[in-house]
C-alpha cells in the first residue's frame, strides 16, 4: 500500500493521550499563563521529554472557511533557482506568500521560512507539501505553526 501522505486528520478520541497532553502544554506556553516547558508540563502531567519528542509533530486541525496562514521551515542548498521552484509550487496551490526570510548560506546550506496563507481556493495542501518535500535541494522541511 502505498503512503500518500505524511500528515493525517484523526479524530481526538483516537489520537494517545500523551499527544493531547503535549497540544495542552503548547497552549499554556501560548498563552503566557506559564514561563517554562517545566512548568507546563508539570501542570498538564506529562515529562519534558516527552514534550520535546512531540511538540514538533502535533498540531491542533483548524477547520476555518476562509483564510488560513501556515509556517514552515526548510533547510535547502545554497543553488540558484530552489527559492524560485518552492514559490512555484506554492502559487500552483494557488495560495499567497505572506513572509519569507532566509539565512545566509553557509556550508552549502541556507534555512527559509516562509509564511503562506491558503484560501478557500487553494488546493490540496498536502499534496504542495509533499512537492515541496522532493524538489531536488531541499533537506529539511517542519511546519512550524498554523493560525
Known amino acids: 500500500m502505498a503512503d ?3 500528515y493525517y486528520i484523526v479524530r481526538k478520541k483516537a489520537v494517545p493521550e500523551v499527544l493531547l497532553k503535549v497540544i495542552e502544554a503548547k497552549r499554556l506556553l501560548d498563552s503566557g499563563k506559564v514561563e517554562s516547558v517545566q512548568e507546563a ?3 498538564i502531567g506529562i515529562s519534558r521529554s516527552s514534550f520535546y519528542k ?3 509533530d502535533i498540531f491542533p486541525f483548524r477547520d476555518h472557511t476562509g483564510k488560513t496562514t501556515i509556517t514552515f ?3 535547502v542548498e545554497d543553488e540558484p ?3 524560485s521552484r518552492v514559490l512555484n509550487k506554492i502559487a500552483d496551490c494557488n495560495a499567497n ?3 519569507i526570510h532566509q539565512t545566509i548560506p553557509m556550508n552549502g546550506m541556507a534555512t527559509l521560512t516562509l509564511s503562506v496563507e491558503l484560501r478557500e481556493t487553494s488546493g490540496d495542501v498536502s499534496d504542495m507539501i509533499a512537492q ?3 524538489l ?3 533537506h529539511y522541511f517542519k511546519i512550524l505553526a498554523q493560525a
Open 4 to 6: 500518500y501522505s505524511k
Open 41 to 43: 508540563t508539570d501542570i
Open 54 to 56: 512531540y511538540k514538533d
Open 73 to 75: 521551515v526548510l533547510q
Open 81 to 83: 533557482g530552489i527559492l
Open 97 to 99: 506568500v505572506l513572509t
Open 132 to 134: 515541496i518535500e522532493h
Open 136 to 138: 531536488a535541494g531541499i
